[in-house]
């Protein structure tokens, strides 16, 4: 006979998940059980937030929802960072706590604080798991974390209903959610003049974009209209950034250079621009906008908005698409000159090891299908403008949610999403210091994932900030937290300090042969982040 916290299990696994990541407690046990028995990897990291981020790069990439698990009380609060970051960054999530018996709840009893009060703000929804009420529970909470915009979605789980007897029977699959609905034929038709009377026009994709079911109609759109395209940052690659029409990365690194070419354009066309990333007013300037999105776009009065087209963003590219190809005044120069330039100008000369010049060594060793996952610092900026994205989802961050500690618990979860993939982290150092429990986690998986460390001694971004208003340096430096050569190993995982290009390049290829994770601490010189992140 089974258990409700078997038939959950039965239930999530229906949805397609295959791992759930977090850290145990007595509350805790007997879905861990049910996991054990059912089929479901529980992956133990060393911090829930680490298990929400996991749980996120796993609903990325994986097409079920990442699932993630916790206890009550601190356990919860500290997954609500991985949580929170699912839900800025349109990731489909299922977030568990296991938490006190019925009868204890709403009492004054140690841990308990009241869940769903907690992740209300953060998920699409939370939901108590009731004895007779877990599988309708269940499909509902994943067919919401699957809708558009996907999210996550908290389930609170008492301990005694876990372990009570089940009086239902698990699906044998949850039905597909239904797309949105297409978009009305009048906004096509609008739009479709808008692109064949626009003489400039420039193409922005975004993060919505990333959630297409053919994202081969971006290509054909943009080659169709002849149309010069850029992205944000979390949409880097879903058209190779080879293409001689990209531009690329805008709101980076030397984020003025792309203004300047998308201030030359008579129309913005927003291709799944969900302004959660970056809003339209810090770039735009006067430039009006054809916003073809799933959501009504959300701008102040500053933007000139000439049409939305708001519904299924396959069904609108797929019927734009249908339409004559529209012809414009740029020429090829003129768009391989601006990248050739925006290229340029990110990789000022050093006769030291810089992060550009790290950054271009690990794009090198990393296979064009492999995938990166970064953290949040200035080499994000740097990353984001410098790095070309070949492929979808083969670059991961956050930006929507741009939490620091998600380089290395998004690297672990891609690698076990993606086992045919080589995959590949880059983070800073004070990333690093936040999250380096985390190689316990790779590993225990023995996965084999080089980990590089931009090592500049200082919380680089926030030290720019600091220098760019005029404040005092205080408080952003780690140059006497580690002595001067790293440690031979972090919990087991070995260590390789390289300074320059070439040491780099082999320990990258030393790590990408390993049977576990290798830490790659590169010394670099950062000073060009003050005239490439902002600038």
């Known amino acids: 006979m089974q258990n409700n916290a078997d038939l959950i299990v039965q239930t999530l696994k229906a949805s397609g998940i295959k791992h759930g990541f977090g850290i145990p407690s007595g509350n805790v046990l007997p879905l861990m059980e049910a996991m054990r028995k059912g089929g479901i990897?529980?992956?133990?990291?060393?911090?829930?937030?680490?298990?929400?981020?996991?749980?996120?790069?796993?609903?990325?990439?994986?097409?079920?929802?990442?699932?993630?698990?916790?206890?009550?009380?601190?356990?919860?609060?500290?997954?609500?960072?991985?949580?929170?970051?699912?839900?800025?960054?349109?990731?489909?999530?299922?977030?568990?706590?296991?938490?006190?018996?019925?009868?204890?709840?709403?009492?004054?009893?140690?841990?308990?604080?009241?869940?769903?009060?907690?992740?209300?703000?953060?998920?699409?929804?939370?939901?108590?798991?009731?004895?007779?009420?877990?599988?309708?529970?269940?499909?509902?909470?994943?067919?919401?974390?699957?809708?558009?915009?996907?999210?996550?979605?908290?389930?609170?789980?008492?301990?005694?209903?876990?372990?009570?007897?089940?009086?239902?029977?698990?699906?044998?699959?949850?039905?597909?959610?239904?797309?949105?609905?297409?978009?009305?034929?009048?906004?096509?038709?609008?739009?479709?003049?808008?692109?064949?009377?626009?003489?400039?026009?420039?193409?922005?994709?975004?993060?919505?974009?990333?959630?297409?079911?053919?994202?081969?109609?971006?290509?054909?759109?943009?080659?169709?209209?002849?149309?010069?395209?850029?992205?944000?940052?979390?949409?880097?690659?879903l058209i190779d950034e080879e293409h001689p029409l990209s531009i690329g990365c805008i709101e980076r690194a030397r984020r003025q250079v792309q203004r300047q070419f998308l201030r030359r354009a008579d129309l913005i066309i927003g291709l799944g621009y969900d302004t959660i990333e970056v809003e339209f007013e810090a770039w735009i300037g006067d430039v009006p906008l054809l916003q073809i999105d799933i959501e009504a776009v959300d701008t102040d009065d500053s933007v000139t908005v000439s049409c939305e087209v708001i519904g299924d963003l396959d069904s609108s590219l797929a019927r734009l698409n249908g339409n004559d190809a529209a012809q414009n005044d740029w020429t090829d120069e003129e768009i391989s000159g601006h990248r050739n330039a925006f290229q340029e100008a990110l990789r000022p000369e050093s006769k030291n090891l810089t992060p550009h010049h790290a950054i271009d060594t690990v794009r090198k060793a990393l296979p064009r299908n492999g995938i990166l996952s970064f953290d949040v610092g200035a080499h994000t900026h740097q990353i984001a403008s410098q790095w070309f994205a070949y492929a979808e989802r083969t670059f991961l961050i956050t930006n929507g949610w741009s939490s620091m500690g998600f380089g290395i618990p998004g690297a672990i979860a891609a690698k076990l999403a993606r086992p045919d993939l080589p995959v590949v982290c880059v983070l800073g150092d004070g990333c690093f210091q936040m999250t380096c429990g985390e190689l316990a986690t790779a590993l225990r998986q023995n996965i084999t994932l080089p980990i590089v460390v931009l090592d500049d001694r200082w919380l680089s971004l926030i030290q720019i900030k600091q220098t760019r208003r005029q404040f005092g340096i205080y408080g952003t430096a780690l140059d006497n937290v580690e002595a001067e050569a790293p440690p031979a190993h972090y919990f087991g995982v070995p260590v390789i300090a390289v300074t320059n290009d070439d040491e780099l390049n082999t320990a990258l290829e030393k790590a990408f042969s390993a049977s576990g994770p290798t830490v790659i601490e590169a010394r670099v010189d950062s000073s060009h982040y003050m005239d490439t992140v902002f600038d």
């Not at 869940?115 to 798991?129: A, N, R, V, Y």
């Not at 919401?144 to 044998?172: I, N, Q, R, S």
């Open 41 to 237: 990897e529980f992956v133990l990291t060393a911090h829930e937030g680490s298990a929400g981020f996991s749980a996120d790069v796993t609903g990325r990439l994986s097409g079920a929802p990442g699932l993630c698990i916790a206890t009550l009380g601190p356990g919860a609060t500290n997954l609500t960072t991985g949580v929170g970051n699912a839900w800025l960054d349109r990731s489909p999530l299922i977030a568990i706590t296991c938490t006190l018996n019925t009868d204890q709840l709403g009492r004054r009893i140690q841990m308990h604080i009241d869940h769903e009060t907690l992740f209300k703000p953060i998920t699409k929804g939370s939901f108590m798991l009731k004895a007779g009420e877990i599988v309708p529970t269940l499909e509902k909470a994943v067919k919401l974390a699957l809708a558009e915009p996907k999210g996550p979605v908290h389930l609170d789980l008492p301990e005694d209903v876990a372990l009570a007897l089940a009086t239902e029977t698990a699906p044998g699959s949850i039905a597909d959610t239904p797309y949105n609905a297409p978009a009305d034929d009048s906004s096509i038709a609008r739009a479709a003049e808008l692109i064949a009377q626009a003489k400039r026009p420039v193409a922005v994709l975004g993060s919505s974009a990333m959630r297409m079911q053919d994202k081969t109609l971006l290509r054909t759109f943009v080659e169709r209209h002849g149309v010069p395209f850029a992205s944000t940052t979390m949409a880097k690659g």
